[in-house]
Nanobody
């Protein structure tokens, strides 16, 4: 029902920055939580950041102080600003929208941090 499309990934050197965007095909106003997750090769998909409808955010310990998640309900878009990137941040990043018991995933965007 809801299509999520991530963009903004790419190759960046350690210490660099990227901003990911997630555009939703439908309103996310009623979504209590929008989230960013990532999956590195050979690893489980893990939560990076989650943003409530009121704008409150929680972050994985590994990204606290470096990543900032935000959402623009009017534009049906969520963002993930990633600063001070490390090679360990290399992964496919996914957007997730939650509507009560129903949730949707985006297709993912690749982020590679390498010198």
């Amino acid at each position: 029902q809801v299509r999520l499309v991530e963009s903004g990934g790419g190759l960046v050197q350690p210490g660099g920055s990227l901003r990911l965007s997630c555009a939703a095909s439908e309103s996310i106003f009623s979504s209590n939580v929008m989230g960013w997750y990532r999956q590195a090769p050979g690893k489980e998909r893990a939560m990076v950041a989650r943003v409530s409808s009121g704008g409150n955010s929680v972050y994985a310990d590994s990204v606290k102080g470096r990543f900032t998640a935000s959402r623009d309900n009017a534009q049906n878009t969520v963002y993930l600003q990633m600063n001070s990137l490390k090679p360990e941040d290399t992964a496919v990043y996914y957007c997730k929208a939650e509507f009560g018991a129903v949730y949707y995933w985006g297709q993912g965007t690749q982020v590679t941090v390498s010198s």
